[in-house]
């Protein structure tokens, strides 16, 4: 990956001397955007908070076509999306952008809602997109991209920040936009569902893993919380989801009425999975997304990751936050070499919030 930076950043310095864009908003005109380019292709969850910004952006410029640059393994969840007319994709870490050239080169506008990975704003330089824009977070090394920065609130919502750059673009700080997740359910997916985790009872799934292991919850304590829920809910089932990679952990989770579905759910079901459980108790991760944009109840936890960045912002009364102050500053977060803190959350105020939800 470090070559393949060093290459991209090398051409733009190369390039940085002799290009006239992209423009200051100041010439910017929306009757003349035809052809948009949104950008959100890093986690899962990260994706699923864009897709309010996604649709703002199918408001403002209802007869442009709008193109989405995705992860492709995450595409099957997000392909019935309606705001937009269709996908380019790329994996990250500067890996084929070479291919993606043409179809940057046919863009008016570049719209980025993440903060990481230049590879896509770099390209959009070198392609000579006239006005680019993103997240305003790590905004620093990319202002020779940009058309403007856009201000980065610490205080608000990520749905909130991602709509900052069509505020940006609009020059109008005072715009309210429509922030509702955006993930409709295929009926397919729900068959699907109503197939794997079968009729009857309470269905109650666990997250128990997330890709950065900062803010997991001990495995030890999702299993004291299974044995404590399958006694007071006899008619219960809990359903343990995750990745193929995690399927060898969460084995140590199955019992009677724990089902192991680690690596059987294809991301485009995934939204009905989660739709048709009665609830999921989850850490921050994709899925407790997927949870909030489906409407299914929830116990989120958080320690390391702040709740006001990405908790829940759409129907409040469905989800339930246990959270503890962070106890290390500054916090290290993915850099943590033994991240304890989530153990601060106990079983019994996990189970508390389980049993208010499904009474």
Not at 271 to 282: A, F, K, P, S, Y
Request: aromatic fraction near 10%; glycine fraction near 4%.
């Amino acid at each position: 990956m470090r070559i393949r930076r060093y290459f991209w950043r090398f051409l733009a310095h190369l390039k940085k001397h002799h290009s006239q864009t992209p423009l200051p908003l100041k010439y910017f005109n929306p009757q003349a955007v035809k052809r948009i380019l949104v950008v959100s292709c890093t986690a899962l969850g990260d994706t699923l908070l864009s897709t309010p910004a996604i649709k703002a952006v199918r408001k403002l410029f209802p007869a442009a076509h709008i193109s989405w640059l995705i992860k492709p393994q995450f595409f099957p969840l997000f392909q019935t999306n309606p705001h937009v007319n269709d996908f380019l994709f790329y994996p990250g870490r500067f890996r084929k952008l070479f291919s993606l050239w043409p179809e940057f080169k046919k863009i008016d506008l570049f719209l980025s809602f993440h903060d990481s990975d230049e590879g896509p704003e770099i390209l959009a330089f070198l392609a000579e997109i006239p006005f680019v824009l993103r997240v305003g977070l790590k905004d620093e090394r990319y202002i020779p991209f940009l058309s403007t920065r856009v201000p980065y609130r610490k205080k608000v919502h990520t749905i909130e920040q991602r709509l900052d750059v069509l505020r940006t673009l609009l020059r109008s700080s005072e715009k309210n936009f429509d922030t509702r997740l955006v993930l409709p359910v295929r009926e397919d997916s729900l068959l699907f569902a109503r197939r794997l985790l079968g009729k009857g009872g309470l269905r109650i799934g666990f997250q128990c893993k997330a890709s950065n292991p900062y803010c997991e919850w001990p495995l030890k304590n999702f299993a004291t919380l299974a044995r404590e829920l399958l006694s007071r809910f006899p008619q219960s089932s809990i359903f343990l989801l995750g990745a193929k990679k995690d399927r060898k952990a969460l084995s140590l989770l199955e019992a009677p009425r724990v089902i192991n579905l680690a690596g059987k759910i294809p991301v485009k079901h995934l939204g009905g999975v989660i739709r048709e459980l009665d609830l999921l108790v989850t850490i921050d991760t994709g899925p407790m997304h997927v949870a909030f944009a489906v409407g299914t109840p929830t116990v989120c936890l958080f320690v390391p990751s702040e709740v006001v960045h990405t908790g829940p912002y759409q129907d409040l009364s469905l989800h339930r936050v246990i959270r503890k102050e962070r106890p290390c500053s500054p916090c290290k977060r993915k850099y943590c070499k033994r991240p304890w803190c989530m153990e601060l959350i106990s079983v019994e105020e996990v189970f508390s919030a389980c049993e208010e939800a499904l009474s």
